[in-house]
C-alpha cells in the first residue's frame, strides 16, 4: 500500500472485473515519525492516504459502472478512520510534514493526521459522486468509520496515554477485541440502500453510532486540496 507505482500496476488487473459492490479500504499504518516510503512520504500518511486515495481514483470507474448496472443498489466506499483525527494538525494537514526532510511532528499528530485525511477522501468522494451529486455516470456512497481501539500490535508505536488529554473517552475504548474491530465496517457495508445513503459522508463510531467528526472537515476546499494533492504526488510517481 505504501508503494504507488506498485500499487497502479496490480490494480490494472481489477479494472476490468464485471463489478465491484464495495470498495473497503482499511489499511492502518502507525509508526513513529521519521518513518518513509520508498518515494519519500511519511510512512503513516503515504500509506493510510495516499494509498487509500490511489485505490479511490483507480478504481471510482468500476465503482461506477457498478452503480449504473444496478442504480437501486449502488456501490460503496468504506474509508477506516479513527477517533485520532481529533489530535491532527489545526486545518487537517500540515503540507510542510509528509516528506523525507520536512518537519516532524509528534507521533499522535502524525497518526491523526492520516486518520483525518481518511476522513476526507470519504467525504469527496460523497461530494463528487454520493447520493447528493447526482453524478450522470454512476453513484458511490462513501463512508468514513472508526473500528474502535482494537487490541493489536499496531499500537506499539503509539501509547493511548499521549490521546487523553484530546479525548479522553477514546481511551475507554481501547479493549476492543480484535475479532469486534470489523463489526462497524460490515455494518456498513451490509445496511439498506435507503440508510447507507443517509450516512453518505458521515462519520461511524462503535457501534453503528453518526458521531459529528473535527469541524474543519466540512470545509470542502480542505477536502479538495488534499485530493488534488495526492493526484499530484501520484502523476510525479508515474
Not at 523525507?100 to 491523526?112: A, I, K, Q
Not at 465496517?185 to 440502500?193: E, F, S
Not at 445513503?197 to 480542505?222: A, M
Amino acid at each position: 500500500m505504501s508503494c504507488l507505482p506498485m500499487r497502479a500496476s496490480w490494480l490494472c488487473e481489477y479494472a476490468d472485473q464485471p463489478q465491484a459492490r464495495i470498495l473497503d479500504l482499511r489499511s492502518d499504518a502507525r509508526r513513529p515519525p521519521g518513518q518513509y516510503t520508498k518515494q519519500g512520504y511519511s510512512l503513516q500518511f503515504g500509506t493510510n492516504v495516499l494509498g487509500h486515495q490511489r485505490l479511490i481514483k483507480l478504481l471510482l470507474p468500476l465503482l461506477q459502472k457498478t452503480s449504473r448496472a444496478d442504480p437501486a443498489n449502488p456501490a460503496r466506499l468504506i474509508v477506516l478512520s479513527s477517533a485520532a483525527h481529533a489530535v491532527a494538525p489545526p486545518g487537517g494537514v500540515n503540507y510542510n510534514s509528509l516528506r523525507n526532510g520536512d518537519s516532524l511532528l509528534s507521533r499522535w499528530s502524525e497518526y491523526g493526521e492520516s486518520k483525518w485525511g481518511d476522513i476526507a477522501l470519504a467525504k469527496y468522494v460523497d461530494a463528487h459522486y454520493g447520493p447528493a451529486s447526482n453524478n450522470p455516470d454512476g453513484e458511490v456512497v462513501s463512508i468514513a468509520v472508526h473500528p474502535g481501539l482494537v487490541r493489536t500490535n499496531l499500537w506499539s508505536h503509539l501509547s493511548a496515554n499521549a490521546a487523553a488529554p484530546y479525548v479522553p473517552w477514546l481511551v475507554k475504548m481501547i479493549n476492543v477485541a480484535p475479532i469486534k474491530g470489523a463489526l462497524n465496517q460490515i455494518w456498513a457495508g451490509q445496511l439498506p440502500t435507503a440508510r447507507a445513503r443517509e450516512l453518505s459522508g458521515k462519520y461511524i463510531v462503535p457501534y453503528q453510532t453518526v458521531v459529528p467528526h473535527r469541524p474543519d472537515l466540512d470545509d470542502s476546499d480542505k477536502c479538495e486540496r488534499l485530493w488534488a494533492w495526492c493526484d499530484e504526488q501520484a502523476a510525479r510517481a508515474e
